[in-house]
């Protein structure tokens, strides 16, 4: 069953904007991942927070983590019109030995 | 490091033939491989569990007699679709995990098939 559920499912802005995706789940997870994906292309992993962090970084994105209301945010700063793309959250349960349990993602188009 | 490639990237076939796809992790060792469907405009959704020497585990709705799944090696990993439909036609993509070290799944590229 589909643990996550992004929202909003598309999201069109101008470049150099930020960028707001945020992923909410069902069940206890041990952590949450972001990846990109390119129209028709593989899965880049971006970031992976565990669930007893409660914010991380990475160059021009910024992961938070809400156990509590399992909900995540992915926000992307000062948006490139490289950045259109499909993003993903995914999670997980086990300690690796379980595969991920993706959302159903948000389009991002990034206006030149 | 922590490559994963399939192979092939994309294949026709015609329906009832069966189709091989393989993925191999490049420059580590694999206890564990991960099957997932991505059918277009969809998210991805995991097919099986692959485990070194043993027997795939199946997500449920998944038909294992359909997709065989064998993983010889630490390092390769085959899923077959058998007597494949149209309906069969979607993006597989393959993940790999380091012995080991927990987390992280490495992806790769895809596979796109489609059923005449």
């Known amino acids: 069953s589909q643990q996550g559920e992004e929202d909003p499912q598309a999201l069109s802005i101008q470049e150099g904007e930020n960028a707001t995706m945020n992923c909410s789940y069902k069940t206890s997870i041990n952590n949450l991942q972001w990846y990109r994906q390119n129209s028709g292309r593989g899965l880049v992993h971006l970031i992976l927070i565990r669930s007893n962090e409660r914010e991380k970084h990475s160059g021009r994105l910024r992961v938070t983590l809400d156990t509590s209301k399992k909900s995540s945010s992915l926000l992307i700063t000062a948006s490139r019109a490289a950045d259109t793309a499909s993003y993903f959250c995914a999670t997980e349960i086990g300690g690796g030995a379980d595969g991920l349990t993706f959302g159903k993602g948000t389009h991002l188009i990034i206006q030149p | 490091g922590a490559v994963v490639s399939q192979h092939p990237s994309w294949v026709i076939c015609k329906s009832g033939t069966s189709v091989k796809i393989e993925c191999r992790s490049l420059?580590?060792?694999?206890?564990?491989m991960f099957w997932y469907r991505q059918f277009p405009k969809q998210s991805l959704m995991l097919m099986a569990t692959s485990n070194e020497g043993s027997k795939a585990t199946y997500e449920q709705g998944v038909e294992k007699d359909k997709f065989l799944i064998n993983h010889a090696s630490l390092t390769l990993s085959t899923l077959t679709v058998t007597s494949a439909h149209p309906e069969d036609s979607s993006f597989y993509i393959c993940s790999a995990g380091l012995a080991g070290v927990g987390e992280t799944q490495y992806f790769g590229p895809g596979t796109r098939l489609l059923v005449l």
């Open positions: 420059d580590f060792q694999a206890t564990t």
